[in-house]
C-alpha cells in the first residue's frame, strides 16, 4: 500500500520538476526578449517614433507575460513543495516498513533454523528409539501413522486417547486394565498404538 503511495507521489514530483523547469525556461526567454528590445531602445539604434512605440509596447506585453509566467512559475513551486512533503512523509513510512519486515524475516529465519534443528534432533532420538524396538512393532507403527495423518501413537492419558482425543469406553478400559504391560494396545475407534503412562486411569 506504502510502496504504491510512494511510487506516485515519486511520479508528481518528477512530472512537477519538469514543469518548473519549463516554468523557468519560458520565463527566461521573455526576459532575455525583453532585455534585448530594451538594449535597442537605450543604445539609440531605433530612430523612427514609430518603430520606438512598437518596441515599447512590445516592451509593456513582456512585461505582462512575464508577470503571468512568473505567477504560473510559483504555483508550480508551491505544488512542488507540497508534494515533496508528501514524498518524505512516504518515504519516512516505507523505510519503516521495509526495517519492520526486515526484523520479521530475520525472525522467521532464525525460528525456521531453530525448528530445523529441533526437527533433526527429534529425528535422531526417533532413530535411537526405534533401533531399540521388535522390527514388527517398527512397522506397526509406521503403517497406522500413515493412515492416521502423521500420528501412529497417543499416550492413554486419564482415560482419553491423546492420539484422537477420544474418551474410551469402560469396556475397552477394563480390557487394557488386565492386558500385560508387554503387550501392544491399539485403540478400537482410531486404530492408533495406544502408551500406558503414569497418567493412565484405569
Known amino acids: 500500500m506504502v510502496d504504491g503511495e510512494l511510487v506516485t507521489a515519486d511520479t508528481e514530483v518528477s512530472d512537477l ?9 519560458d520565463v527566461d526567454q521573455v526576459r532575455q526578449r525583453k532585455n534585448r528590445n530594451q538594449q535597442r531602445m537605450d543604445s539609440g539604434q531605433v530612430t523612427s517614433p514609430r518603430d520606438l512605440e512598437n518596441l515599447q509596447h512590445e516592451i509593456g506585453s513582456l512585461d505582462r507575460r512575464i508577470s503571468d509566467l512568473e505567477d504560473a512559475e510559483l504555483e508550480v513551486m508551491e505544488r512542488l513543495e507540497a508534494a515533496e512533503v508528501v514524498q518524505a512523509e512516504l518515504q519516512v513510512r516505507a523505510d519503516a516498513f521495509a526495517g519492520r519486515q526486515s526484523e520479521l524475516e530475520a525472525t522467521r529465519d532464525a525460528t525456521l533454523k531453530e525448528l530445523d534443528e529441533q526437527r533433526a534432533t527429534v529425528g535422531d532420538q526417533r532413530a535411537t528409539v526405534a533401533a531399540e524396538l521388535p522390527d514388527d512393532l517398527v512397522a506397526l507403527y509406521l503403517k497406522v501413522r500413515e493412515r492416521n495423518g502423521g500420528i501412529g501413537a497417543g499416550p492413554l492419558v486419564g482415560k482419553r486417547c491423546m492420539g484422537c482425543r477420544m474418551e474410551l469406553p469402560p469396556s475397552e478400559l477394563s480390557i487394557i486394565k488386565t492386558t500385560p504391560a508387554d503387550v501392544v494396545l491399539r485403540h478400537e475407534e482410531c486404530g492408533r498404538i495406544l502408551v500406558r503412562t503414569p497418567e493412565t486411569t484405569l
Open 17 to 25: 520538476k519538469r514543469e518548473q523547469k519549463k516554468a523557468d525556461s
